[in-house]
């Protein structure tokens, strides 16, 4: 398989690019920083000796490996996203390598006392004796999702490499702006022509997913009343706590940090306020769809029954649909799932069939006609200064396409 040192050096070429992604842009991508790394793999695609390699206006890069078989099998894809999150700033990245790790306490910066530590992140005890790349403390890495990218291109290089493997046409895709939800908003999949794909987005080794949430974003606007506080009595109308009453009607059970598995949540991630108006930002979340349905309604009901209690529509609630669970677009077509699943098992990989507590590019793909399960790509503690990925596990990302590749050709 690649050799390490290759790995890394690939991996740390990608993550030391800033492609961060801006949910306040309207363009696509949504920062044009995007387009440097954009680019670059382009020129990476072309010299490893892969063909049609496109890229659109909008930086949609795609790919084809030919089959190198005389009979037909269907077309597959694989798919990744080459921007980082928002969430927490991905410029100026300077990865650590760790080797050999020995279970203990990492100190990614003595600066500023910040240590990645086993007793917080138990994952990390898998992990011990392997080779790990982490941060300074100070950026996230970018694993997600440039460890898929480079799984992806390590992989179609081996193929090329090793032409006794057989296998089908295979084609590759890289998108912008995933972690905002664009991902796939412009992908054309009838350019892509694969019968299915699988995204190369998912955590630890083993991960092996094809259920999601069903997602949607709620503004809930409040409107207030200035005047001057000495004079205020029976006059004023202060929109923050108005707004206090909305946030503590909903479940408070039911948030992120309350829920796992199959719990679906409400998510208040921000808000901005002024006595005259206050807005709430929240995400819906659940993977039952009537369950999703109700908490949309839940949500537009407290607003009816508050406004009900001042007498005036003091509270408007907007709620967009995101994306939609693919467990409906997958179902019909499981023996996509059960490839890469003997793929992992060939690779001596315990598969971990689980549903994904977020979003990804696969949910909105699978509804656009391109069925598109999730791969684990092996990083972990993602959109934040705690992120990790083993080598190991990319090369073990590298073996399950590998295998998948070759069992497609054997169907």
Sequence with gaps: MIQKDHLIKRFIGYVTVDTESDPNSNSTPSTAKQWDLANALVEELKSIGMEDVTIDENAYIMATLPSNIDKEVPTIGFISHFDTSPDFTGANVKPQIIEDYDGKDIVLNAEQDIILSPEYFEDLLMYKGQTLITTDGTTLLGADDKAGITEIISAMEYLIQHPEIKHGKIRVGFTPDEEIGRGAHKFDVAKFGADWAYTMDGSQVGELEYENFNAAGAVVSIQGKIVHPGYAKGKMVNSMYIATDFINSLPRMETPEHTEDRQGFFHLHHME????????????????????????????????????????ERITVDIKDQYFNMREKIEPVMHIVDIAEEAMEIANIKPLIKPIRGGTDGSQLSYMGLPCPNIFAGGHNFHGRFEYVPVESMQKAI?????????VAKK
């Design 273 to 312: 306020g002024e006595v005259d108006g206050t807005k709430l930002h929240y995400i819906i979340r659940d993977h039952d769809k009537e369950h999703f349905e109700a908490r949309k309604a839940m949500m537009q009901q407290l607003a009816d029954e508050l406004n009900a209690q001042y007498g005036f």
């Design 399 to 407: 073996e399950v396409i590998v295998n998948i590749a070759q069992l």
